[in-house]
């Protein structure tokens, strides 16, 4: 069965560097998503991804934040200088029409 | 505001007993509904969806969902939780329907299930 894949499942960084999550979506699916879950709390949308542009971005997804589909497989989410609240779990997800698949997740803590 | 609320934060169940999860939304239009569940350090995994049609909605694990529209809720029922069942579930409404697809999540209800 088709699966949306994270690389890495978990990353520790410090505060000020840069970090890249990346995933594969479900090869013939054309939206793809970031969300983010920081502990204990609900799963939040950053930003939706379509035709090579970002189609919609959350209050979260500031000039931090960026995403790229650097070839036909991947798709990254680059948190340029991390701050310590930019620790959770980030998720990927991609869709074909509606239905979205998500992928397990990357734990980003930043210490 | 657009909201979605799950009222339980958390629920214990006997196993065998049965369940019912609620989720209510507030938006103008019918969005498309989604339930998903995630197991301790996993992803979130669809268990059903509804976008129109039949009110009752069959899922994955035996679980299923009515579509209430004068209550604007989506809750979700098992006739018998097993163990396994234990973990956490979102309910989620996709507001723009066929626009973005982005996802509003509720805040999720914590299932424990009691042997």
């Known amino acids: 069965e088709p699966e949306v894949t994270q690389t890495p499942s978990h990353q520790v960084t410090q505060m000020g560097q840069e970090v890249i999550l990346r995933c594969v979506p479900i090869?013939?699916?054309?939206?793809f998503y970031w969300y983010r879950q920081i502990l204990g709390q609900k799963v939040e949308f950053l930003v939706s991804?379509?035709?090579?542009?970002?189609?919609?971005k959350s209050e979260i997804f500031d000039d931090q934040f960026s995403v790229e589909r650097p070839d036909g497989s991947n798709f990254t989410l680059k948190i340029r200088s991390t701050k310590l609240e930019d620790s959770a779990m980030y998720f990927c997800?991609?869709?074909?029409?509606?239905?979205?698949?998500f992928g397990q997740g990357t734990r980003l803590t930043v210490v | 505001a657009q909201s979605v609320t799950q009222p339980d934060i958390h629920i214990t169940v006997s196993e065998g007993a049965s369940l019912e999860l609620r989720c209510n939304y507030s938006y103008g239009a019918t969005p498309y509904l989604f339930w998903y569940v995630q197991s301790p350090g996993q992803g979130l995994q669809l268990l059903l969806k509804?976008?129109?049609?039949?009110?009752l909605v069959q899922g994955i694990k035996g679980f299923e969902a009515e579509f209430k529209r004068s209550q604007s809720s989506f809750n979700l029922r098992k006739p018998s939780v097993h163990w396994s069942d234990a973990a956490e579930y979102f309910c989620a409404v996709a507001p723009d329907g066929g626009a973005t697809n982005k996802l509003i999540f509720g805040t999720g209800t914590l299932l424990a299930v009691q042997p």
């Open positions: 090869s013939n699916h054309l939206y």
């Open positions: 509804y976008f129109s049609g039949d009110t």
């Open positions: 991804f379509y035709n090579n542009e970002i189609s919609e």
């Open positions: 997800a991609s869709s074909g029409q509606i239905e979205a698949f």
